[in-house]
């Protein structure tokens, strides 16, 4: 949690105790657009173009809102295995959408064709930190007509990214991972041509053109704005900034810098250990975490997190270590003896059997 956060939530609760229902006009409705927009900075989008939401889930809602009802000549999603799985159950629980699995970026590109109406495409996997050609799923879904959405929730803050450029038709993403913001705070970008055009259905009355107006008849907002829904969720925005002024101060470009090299250290270091490295070799490929498979690592996460080694795992994966910024070189070595330790020692056995719920 960045120190700032601290203060921008005590200042959201003096402005509410002081300013009370004032507020909203004072900068509170406007804080899904405005925050949006420091995202927008972050990931290349253009202003006006990013909103604020609860999670990934409720974005990728709306954008599956913008096209019904599903016309059955282009009713396919195609999307990776090593897709999210909150993306992936959204699209499996739409009846009319005729849902396409792939192993693989490559895949992907073969699989889209005139039937493929939306390419849900993640940027960097969230079990390997695989980077994917995000740029050859683009260049043929456009050609056939389909729009991608992409998922930079384990990208967006630490690999360089420029949804303008990529030309992708949404993207979207979340705060708790490398643009340490917190929960409550995902967002959405819309391209501004389709966002002049798009009518989604799942909205709400700060998505209308005269929200105040309280008139009892629809009239979309212009742009970004028409992918809104009810009333923001204002302390969490609150909160989110202080991660995004560290993003920005540092620059992405540099952030990624710095994770190349200590990723690439983490990889020698478990190398030398004897571990299975399981994230991309290739830089150019790789983002921000390092997957290790070791002997019940389950149970070995258990035990470093009682060391006070924060990290994680994922299920047929393995142990993620994920520094960011503010990480020391001696810290990955640390970690990395520790969980040697835990391997040689046998400390992990106590664990065994028990269920991790995070």
């Known amino acids: 949690m960045p120190a700032a956060v601290e203060e921008r939530v005590a200042e959201y609760a003096r402005t509410w105790k002081e300013r009370g229902i004032r507020a909203w006009a004072e900068g509170w409705w ?14 290349g989008a253009p202003p006006g173009s990013t909103v604020m939401h609860q999670n990934v889930a409720v974005a990728e809602a709306i954008v599956v809102s913008c096209f ?3 016309d059955p000549q282009r009713n396919r999603v195609v999307y990776e295995e090593g897709n999210f799985p909150s993306v992936r159950y959204l699209y499996q629980a739409q009846p009319d959408l005729d849902v396409v699995v792939v192993p693989d970026d490559e895949a992907i590109v073969d699989a889209i064709d005139e039937r493929t109406l939306l390419v849900p495409v993640t940027h960097v996997l969230f079990k390997t930190a695989e980077i994917q050609d995000v740029e050859a799923i683009v260049r043929r879904a456009h050609e056939v007509g389909a729009h991608v959405v992409l998922d930079a929730y384990q990208s967006a803050g630490i690999v360089p990214l420029d949804v303008a450029a990529l030309d992708v ?23 501004p041509d389709l966002a002049a055009v798009l009518e989604p259905t799942f909205m709400g009355w700060q998505a209308h053109a005269r929200p105040f107006g309280f008139e009892p008849e629809l009239e979309y907002a212009d742009g970004a704005a028409r992918f809104l829904t009810g009333t923001p969720n204002v302390p969490a925005l609150y909160a989110a900034t202080a991660g995004y002024d560290l993003i920005e101060e540092i620059g992405v470009d540099r952030i990624r810098a710095g994770s190349v090299r200590q990723t690439e250290l983490l990889i020698h270091l478990l190398d030398a250990a004897g571990f299975q490295v399981g994230s991309p070799r290739d830089p150019s490929r790789r983002g921000g ?33 994920g520094p960011h910024y503010y990480n020391t070189d001696d810290e990955l070595r640390f970690a990395v003896d520790q969980i040697t330790d835990i391997v040689e020692t046998g400390a992990y056995e106590r664990h065994l059997g028990a269920a991790a719920r995070f």
């Open 289 to 321: 975490t390092v997957t290790v498979r070791t002997p019940e690592f389950e149970a070995v996460h258990k035990e470093l997190a009682e060391r006070q080694i924060l990290c994680d795992f994922r299920p047929d994966a393995g142990l993620r270590l």
């Open 30 to 43: 406007e804080m899904p657009l405005t925050v949006g927009d420091q995202i927008g900075r972050i990931i």
């Open 68 to 70: 019904r009802p599903v």
């Open 169 to 191: 038709d949404f993207a979207v993403g979340g705060s708790v991972k490398w643009l340490c913001g917190g929960p409550g705070n995902g967002w959405l970008y819309v391209r």
